[in-house]
């Protein structure tokens, strides 16, 4: 079950024995004699070497025939890496599971959309996680609603339809098979902890992480009446599934604190799993590290902002529209441009945000691409060419030609952006970068990181000497490129 036995275990003995933080989430263990599974920051006292099993996934240790922890509680631990030794394949069907299109069961068609068959989608699975799909979907089901179940009041009924059990006799069936106890059982142990308030939920993640810095960069980029960042808090507006609604983000004293405002219970985890992309909490910073800080400039960059994060974007179709908006132009401009095209095509949100008064939070939705295919920019300071690419790309959403889909491959997708006129190599690999969550996307060809390397002894680097020394980062450029926007004036994008 692990990819390399002898060394994996090696390394997670160490780590269990010392209650490593760093590798939680990265494993689990099943302990033999008590038939439980458990993170390796487990308080109980260590079981004996000969009593335990180690798993990749908490999926991989479900379908063993373990049961989770409920004093570790493997549900709060961070999310397993999507990169951790995994295929393509396997990366792409993880996001696809998230993004709900296995809620049904249909194995064929999530094979199909990953241009596989079932029976190979399945070996790969079993391979690199040690479980089916389909198990790695009920495990993920069953650890959102125990989250649920201990952090927020929401009524068992709407936990059981949030966490995509469909039905709350399922839902309690699951439990009672899982656990030895129903859903309600499990509540009652959560004696003195406060719950959340409507549709909150706590974000885990591996440090180091600093929301702060974060929130600087959406700030810098907040498109005005779509997102909002202030006082240690990132709010935008959202549609998901045909509804609107409101992502609130607050950092809460070591955690992330994650409120969806309007959007219906049932949408709750796909819009989770979407926000860990956007925050990338599912990075694993001390793997990054290791493989960046070989280079001397990066290691000295590493040191002053450790735990380094590549921000993601709710909507690949919003980000290419703000990317194609930010080409030669600053920052700044950029998002004037982005805040006056949402005024005169968006939505007006209507979604009530309990703790604030008038326009303080978002109050539009950014248009789609059917409102921007036949727009008219030119007297919104926009240059005709960038209103026509803008266009095109709507034009080609539309179509079918290009999709934000997660799974296609990365190479696939640049391919289809780089096609549209007006669409080139900075671009894309932007574009890739924070809304395909591709960690080695590169654009190297970006003045703020030319600049970055700018001494008083030697000339400016050109895009290929950057391209070549940026081999010796892969597969972590894209933290690089942050790294490197973060150390100049021009921040990128």
């Known amino acids: 079950m692990l990819r390399n036995p002898d060394t994996d275990s090696k390394i997670f003995e160490q780590a269990r024995l010392s209650r490593d933080a760093r590798f939680d989430g990265r494993f689990f263990i099943g302990v033999k004699t008590t038939g439980i599974y458990c993170r390796p920051v487990c308080p109980a006292n260590p079981p004996k070497s000969e009593n335990i099993t180690f798993y990749p996934t908490a999926a991989a240790a ?25 295929s393509t394949t396997v990366q792409r069907g993880l996001r696809l599971i ?42 993920q089901r069953l650890l959102f609603a125990k989250r649920l179940i201990d952090q927020t009041a929401l009524p068992m009924a709407e936990i059981a339809i949030a966490s995509g059990f469909g039905s709350t006799r399922r839902f309690n069936d699951a439990f ?84 969806v405002h309007g959007a219906g219970t049932r949408s709750l985890l796909p819009i989770v799993q979407r926000v860990r992309g956007i925050l990338d909490l599912d990075a694993s910073p001390d793997d990054v590290a290791r493989v960046l800080s070989r280079d001397p400039f990066l290691e000295a960059l590493l040191q002053g902002k450790p735990g380094i994060r590549v921000p993601g974007a709710w909507d690949g179709f919003e980000l290419t529209v703000r990317a ?69 790309v709507a034009k080609a959403v539309i179509e079918g030609e290009v999709s934000f889909d997660p799974s ?25 970068m924070r809304a395909l969550k591709d960690p080695d996307a590169f654009p190297q060809a970006d003045l703020g990181l030319l600049r970055a ?36 004036e021009n921040s990128g994008g």
């Open 408 to 432: 296609q491959s990365v190479d696939e997708f640049c391919r289809s952006l780089l096609a549209i006129k007006g669409i080139g190599e900075w671009t894309a690999s932007y574009v890739a």
């Open 62 to 86: 479900a379908e063993a025939g373990y049961r989770p922890c409920l004093r570790c509680r493997p549900e709060c631990a961070p999310g397993t890496p999507a990169w951790a030794g995994t």
């Open 324 to 392: 194609i908006l930010g080409q030669q132009v600053s920052v700044a401009a950029a998002t004037t441009f982005a805040g006056r095209l949402a005024m005169r095509y968006g939505q007006q949100l209507d979604v009530e945000i309990p703790d604030l008064e008038g326009d303080t939070g978002p109050t539009l939705v950014f248009p789609g691409p059917e409102k921007l295919l036949r727009a008219r920019l030119s007297d919104l300071g926009i240059i005709r060419s960038r209103a026509a690419t803008i266009r095109r």
């Open 176 to 259: 009672r098979n899982t656990y030895g106890r129903t859903p309600r059982e499990l509540r009652q142990r959560r004696a003195g902890s406060k719950p959340s308030v409507g549709l909150t939920v706590q974000l885990p993640y591996r440090e180091p992480f600093n929301l702060r810095r974060l929130l600087d960069f959406f700030a810098a980029r907040a498109i005005p009446g779509v997102e909002v960042v202030m006082d240690g808090r990132y709010l935008r507006s959202i549609v998901f599934d045909g509804a609107q609604g409101v992502v609130d983000l607050r950092d809460d004293g070591g955690q992330v604190l994650l409120s």
């Open 98 to 139: 998230a993004d709900g299109v296995l809620d049904d069961g249909d194995i064929e068609r999530l094979a199909e959309r990953l241009g596989v068959t079932s029976r190979h989608l399945r070996r790969l699975f079993t391979r690199h996680l040690g479980a089916s799909p389909l198990a790695v979907l009920h495990t």
């Open 453 to 488: 390397f700018d001494a008083d002894d030697r000339a400016r680097m050109k895009p290929a000497e950057l391209k070549a020394r940026a081999e010796a980062w892969r597969p972590w450029r894209a933290y690089a490129a942050l790294l490197l926007w973060s150390s100049g």
